[in-house]
């Protein structure tokens, strides 16, 4: 009995796992698109058979990707699987959507059902995309057979490792927010945006922004997981990286706005706190992405 049910909760763990760790490779390759008018304007005009024939499309190539290997770890995955993870992908990638266009108000309880439907059938494309990329792109060096490189830590004092840690953390934080961040600072999308989202939508969207970016790099298991959390570096723990990398992408979100001209030192400070936790959410994933390839 007591066996079932640790069986049964083992199960349930994985499925957990994967789950997050579909909406993480998700994430990584879907906001940019959310941060696109023309794709919410197209959402808000397609006809309902383009927005089958989208939806088609979409589950057809996510099947190819999840007879191949999918967003769960496990292998020789047969057509009647592919296709259930498929519709799982594709549902993920809707609900990822649907939290994200919410978020920054561009549905909500007032927006009529077609132009909701078209928003999140073409908004989810990618994000389903990432779903079933998740660990072709991102997976663990373990289930490959790869061995991570072994380091050489001789003669090497405490202070310097965690100084060349910490170093690293900051630097691929900054390049993956300025990835991210730099095709969406110089659009009008941020501006528009934080015309609708404001007070309490701007914590929800900081809290959304932390939750994700630890997903991503502490609960999806992708690449270098474990040797991340064995890692000393100044803020080498899970919660506290969590925050000090959410810092240093909403300041590079800040220069990235500076450098277009979308904020200037006179700008009200409500200006400056919108705009840049609205950039701050996509610069967050990038910098999640950018911590992992370090």
């Known amino acids: 009995m007591a066996a079932n049910r640790l069986k049964n909760l083992s199960a349930w763990r994985d499925e957990l796992d994967d789950l997050i760790r579909g909406a993480s490779g998700g994430f990584l390759f879907g906001i940019p698109l959310l941060y696109t008018m023309e794709v ?82 073409y908004e989810s494309i990618p994000f389903a995309l990432g779903v ?70 701007l914590l929800a969207v900081m ?20 040797k991340r959390e064995q890692q000393q570096g100044i803020f080498q723990r899970p919660l506290s990286e969590t925050f000090a990398s959410y810092i240093i992408s909403l300041l590079a979100a800040a220069m990235m706005l500076l450098l277009f001209d979308r904020l200037s030192w006179s700008d009200p400070w409500q200006q400056w706190l919108s705009y840049i936790i609205l950039l701050g959410l996509p610069a967050t994933i990038g910098g999640a992405a950018g911590r992992l390839a370090v």
């Not at 770890?73 to 498929?86: F, I, Q, R």
């Not at 959507?97 to 561009?106: H, P, S, V, Y």
């Not at 922004?209 to 991503?216: D, G, H, P, R």
Request: hydrophobic content about 45%.
């Open 40 to 121: 919410w304007w197209i959402g808000s005009s397609v006809q309902p058979p383009r927005i089958l024939m989208a939806m088609l499309l979409t589950f057809a190539i996510i099947f190819l990707l999840n007879r191949t290997e999918g967003f769960r770890k496990v292998s020789d995955t047969n057509a009647l699987n592919a296709a259930m993870d498929s519709i799982e992908a594709i549902a993920i990638g809707i609900t990822c959507t649907g939290l994200i266009l919410f978020l920054l108000r561009e549905i909500d309880g007032r927006t009529p059902l077609a132009e909701m439907l078209g928003k999140l059938v």
């Open 207 to 226: 809290i959304v922004s932390l939750i994700i970016s630890y997903a991503i790099v502490f609960q999806a298991e992708f690449s270098n997981q474990d």
């Open 132 to 201: 079933a990329l998740a660990n072709q792109f991102l997976g663990d060096d373990r289930q490959s057979g790869r061995q991570p490189k072994k380091q050489n830590h001789h003669h090497r004092s405490s202070n310097s490792k965690q100084f060349n840690a910490t170093l690293a953390d900051i630097g691929g934080t900054l390049i993956g927010a300025t990835v991210i961040g730099f095709n969406i600072a110089p659009t009008d999308e941020v501006s528009m945006l934080a015309t609708a989202v404001s007070g309490p939508w």
